[in-house]
């Protein structure tokens, strides 16, 4: 019980949470561990708990009636995932796949909505997220209606990386990025080709080195502008 407890105090949505409260939520939640490639949730499934990922990742994909995937992104312990469906009492809003070796931890959905009407914490917590994912939507958006693949790619990269000489890891590789940005292999492809030959990143083999994070991002904004 203490290393679950400093597991769950691990995930920044409930690190200011007290021991009490902390060991009320193990008591009233499910863990389990799951290989890579296990649905962990269905996309239209009610969203009956909140999905806490102690260990390991999760990627959330959608798929349309066609077979095409749009990937929407790589989640890395410790974190919490689909807070938005839990908090609308709806559906999941992805299919949410392990990444790697995962560990999850099931928390009811109303322990969830209780912390946020208790816990003052945990409620600028869930808005500061919601808040960056609709602010990060909002620019997808844009760049999916006005720019071209190189400014997606672009953009994406430009997220991922932190400072000059960060080296993202691909999720899936460079078909993997391409579920990302919505776009073919073949376009990615060119796309990372021609950020290369402008120096601002250098391409390994499931990976990308960024060496201009800001260049990439005035790219991907020049070309939706």
């Not at 917590?125 to 006005?146: C, E, K, N, P, T």
């Amino acid at each position: 019980m203490p290393d679950d407890v400093a597991t769950l105090r691990a995930v920044p949505l409930f690190a200011g949470l007290d021991r009490r409260r902390l060991t009320s939520l193990l008591g009233r939640s499910t863990a389990r561990t799951v290989t890579a490639g296990t649905v962990v949730a269905l996309r239209g499934d009610p969203a009956g708990h909140l999905i806490v990922v102690e260990a390991g990742a999760l990627t959330a994909v959608r798929e349309t009636a066609r077979g095409r995937r749009l990937r929407l992104g790589e989640f890395t312990a410790p974190c919490t995932v689909d807070k938005a469906a839990v908090l609308a009492g709806r559906t999941h809003t992805a299919t949410w796949l392990a990444a790697t070796r995962t560990r999850i931890r099931l928390v009811p959905a109303g322990d969830l909505l209780t912390l946020i009407d208790e816990v003052p914490g945990v409620r600028h917590h869930v808005l500061r997220h919601l808040a960056g994912r609709l602010h990060d939507r909002q620019d997808d958006l844009v760049r999916v209606a006005f720019g071209d693949t190189t400014a997606r790619v672009a953009g994406w990269l430009a997220r991922a990386a932190v400072r000059p000489g960060d080296r993202v890891i691909l999720p899936g590789a460079q078909t993997g990025l391409a579920e990302s940005v919505g776009a073919s292999r073949v376009a990615v492809n060119r796309a990372l080709g021609a950020l290369a030959t402008a120096g601002l990143v250098r391409t390994e083999p499931g990976a990308v080195v960024v060496l201009a994070p800001k260049e990439l991002a005035e790219l991907a904004e020049l070309a939706a502008e």
